[in-house]
């Protein structure tokens, strides 16, 4: 018998707050973390983006360390794991893994010439940094996998668990907007002029945000917020920079996950997508969705709330959508207008109460990577 | 209950030389991995010219692969072999060089044939377009190449059903250092390898 694994707890650090219940009164009133930024250090022009401001993390930090060796993307994942560590209670024993996903970590370090500043682009340094904060015995597990990272991680914990090399994971996902980073997403023409529109007719691509994510994923179902009933993550086989034109990676992923949850498609109450609000993206996703019958399904993609958070966004956005599930609402689709893709699909506009017992995430990246977790909610 | 699994193959690519199930297959005098990979491409008569495209790190991981994987891999067929591969510096090696592109405001010049390859996943596509691998892929980073994680990982995927045979290893690149050790795992008996593992293969 398989073991059946929970997320016990959750945690987030973004632009509209340092907390779970912030994140959610925020998007409940609407507000968005993209903003207007003019900072030549970061672009020449000015550019869209949903960033946290330096003196929050500062201030935050100030009150759980007096540490000052930590860098800005450091502060940020111990700030957003160091109250489920409390809470949960656990001893950091041998039993108990520590994953980081990222897709750049600490890649501003680059900016600077020093030895000592390369070695913490490293991601294993970045890794042990965090970890040694917190005193976790087993070597950190680093993802790297570009945008389904977060995602990934999750659906890497629940395997570890499952087959008994670990009873408990936590897991921790962040990135940070960077010159590196929006100045290659610049180069690919792929930065929206306006906040991200996913899904939209006028979409121009994406924005880029920040935040960091923590969940504790356990076999304890003592204190569970959601039950992990299937996972996959299956590449497209058709290019490094582009997803595929017929959703194949994502449709299959899917179409795994949903086989291994044992559930038919149907009986999903709510897909919390990725819609990057590039149009090759949105339109992958459409079709793919469409393609294993899931149009009629709500669907919404929180980019419109924080921007594209790479590495991080697979996890950000399963932790606000178990509060979907467990308050039973479904969230807007932040700059949704009219529907741009070929393949019609249901995107929530406004906030809406619905009974929710299951749900999925997606998540698509370069490389041509995807991964989908199915979520059942805990009865 | 858990099957057994064995290691039925595996490559080992430093020191300008190619070393396929412990017999050395290609070998150069010493230079730069760019000539090395190029030749070594050439002897192999890979006939495969997005190869030239790629950065150091997808050029190794993709040289060891093609070694394991052309011989166990037809377009025509489904071919459910999981990727799994580790290293010390992920793409390091190109975001450096990306970020030399932009550190002079003088001379700015970010290109997204650069920017795409700081990603250490992409050699896990590059693979996959190769071998049509629509399967489970991941990328992992570790201090130094942790065996007992990556071997533990890919008998998970083995023991669950995602993949029936898992390309795993260790691709290494940074400024010219390198070192990719792959294998490839299944279920089939293969007794070559039974008092051998990852660990023993990698340290040869």
């Known amino acids: 018998m398989t073991k059946e694994i929970y997320i016990t707890q959750t945690n987030c650090i973004t632009p509209l ?52 060796k930590y860098s800005r993307l450091e502060k940020m994942m111990i700030l957003a794991l ?61 993802v790297s996998n570009a ?9 890497i914990a629940k395997r570890i668990i499952q087959s008994e090399l670990y009873d408990h994971a936590f897991v921790i996902a962040g990135d940070e907007v960077s010159e590196f980073v929006l100045s290659g997403f ?4 792929a930065m929206s002029d306006s906040p991200c529109k996913p899904y939209s007719k006028n979409r121009t691509g994406v924005s880029l945000g920040e935040a960091t994510a923590a969940v504790l994923v356990s076999a304890n179902p003592a204190t569970a917020k959601i039950k992990v009933i299937g996972d996959s993550s299956i590449n497209d086989a058709n ?26 498609g149907q009986k999903l109450d709510y897909i919390s997508a990725h819609g990057t609000a590039t149009p090759f993206n949105d339109e992958m996703e459409a079709i793919a969705l469409s393609r294993l019958g899931l149009q009629n399904i709500p669907v919404n993609s929180l980019k419109g709330f924080y921007g594209h958070t790479l590495g991080a966004s697979g996890l950000l956005e399963t932790v606000i959508a178990i509060e979907s599930a467990n308050k039973n609402i479904l969230f807007e689709s932040k700059g949704f207008d009219e529907i741009g893709v070929s393949e019609s699909i249901n995107v929530i506009q406004k906030n809406e109460e619905v009974f929710i017992e299951y749900f999925l995430k997606t998540a698509s990246g370069f490389g041509g990577c995807n991964t989908a977790v199915v979520f059942e909610k805990v009865k | ?59 190794l991981a993709f040289l060891g692969a093609e070694l394991l994987l052309s011989p166990i891999t037809s377009t025509e067929l489904e071919n459910n ?63 130094v ?22 390309l795993c290893g260790w691709v290494e690149f940074f400024n010219d250092n390198y070192k990719a050790f792959l294998c490839t795992i299944s279920a089939q008996e293969n007794e070559k390898y039974t008092n051998e593992t990852i660990n023993t293969l990698y340290n040869k």
């Open chain 1, 186 to 189: 610049n180069a690919f023409q």
């Open chain 1, 239 to 264: 290019h490094i920079s582009g997803p595929s034109r017929t959703g194949e990676g994502l449709f299959r992923s899917i179409q795994n996950a949903l086989k291994e949850a044992q559930i038919d």
């Open chain 2, 1 to 59: 209950m858990t099957q057994k699994t064995y290691i039925q193959s595996y490559c080992t690519i430093q020191n300008n030389e190619i070393v396929l199930n412990g017999t050395s297959v290609f070998k150069t005098e010493p230079t730069e991995f760019a000539d090395f990979s190029k030749q070594a491409y050439r002897n192999f008569e890979m006939q495969y010219p997005k190869f030239f495209k790629m950065d150091a790190l997808s050029k």
């Open chain 2, 145 to 166: 190449f942790n065996t007992e994680f990556m071997s533990n990982y890919s008998n998970i995927l083995l023991h669950s059903g995602k993949a029936e045979t898992v």
């Open chain 1, 17 to 68: 707050g340092f907390d779970v219940q912030s994140n959610i009164d925020a998007i409940l009133r609407g507000e968005s973390g993209i903003q207007l930024h003019e900072n030549t250090s970061l672009m020449p022009a000015p550019f869209y983006a949903a960033i946290i401001s330096e003196e929050k993390i500062d201030n935050a930090f100030a009150k759980i360390s007096t540490a000052t």
């Open chain 1, 82 to 142: 160091e109250p489920i560590i409390k809470k949960a209670e656990i001893d950091l024993d041998s039993k108990v893994a520590f994953i980081l996903s990222t897709t750049k970590g600490n890649v501003t370090a680059l900016q600077n010439d020093s030895e000592e500043s390369f070695k913490t682009a490293h991601l294993d340094v970045l890794a042990k940094n965090v970890a040694d904060f917190f005193g976790f015995k087993t070597q950190p597990i680093v």
């Open chain 2, 81 to 143: 072999i999981a990727l799994v591969l580790a290293n010390k510096s992920s793409s390091l090696d190109t975001d450096v060089k990306y970020q030399e592109s932009i550190s002079d405001k003088e001379n700015y010049y970010p290109s997204p044939a650069v920017f795409v390859y700081t990603l250490p996943n992409i050699c896990l596509g590059e693979i996959s377009i190769r071998h049509q691998l629509k399967s489970e892929n991941s990328f992992f980073i570790f201090d």
């Open chain 1, 147 to 155: 945008c389904v990272s977060g995602i990934l991680a999750v659906s």
